[in-house]
């Protein structure tokens, strides 16, 4: 398989494209390559990175293709399953990102209501993590 030779010669599988996707992002978003989102993530690729100016990570994108399921394969729905389990296996929620895309799409867009709540939301995440940042360091030896 292509996806573990590129990983095998050290492909960076958290690298961020010109359009704000890793590679596995575009695994899943690309025709549903379920199969090749596992072999990523079970390679080390990071489930949690943001796309920049938004809050939406891997599991929104996952759940997001649920809206074309009817045409998925026998195979594709049997691998978004394992893709699913995988995620929450890894801390994921399924209902919380259900519950971030139906908060973002009822923001208005046309009055800039979309623009101005997801602002607040990424600096009030961005702010949440280096508060855990800093919680998690040693203690400063002062001498």
Known sequence: MKAALLIEKGIDVNHMDGGWSTPV??????????????????????????????????????VGQERISE???PQQKAEYKQLVKWLEDHGESVVQAKADIERWRSWSTTTGEHHRKMDAEIAQRKARVAREKRAAEPPKDND
């Open 71 to 73: 045409a998925w394969t």
């Open 25 to 62: 992002m575009l695994a899943v978003s690309a025709g549903g390559q379920y199969n090749i989102a596992l072999i990523l993530l079970t390679s080390g690729a990071d489930h949690r990175i943001y796309k920049p100016k938004s809050n939406t990570r891997l599991i929104h994108i996952v």
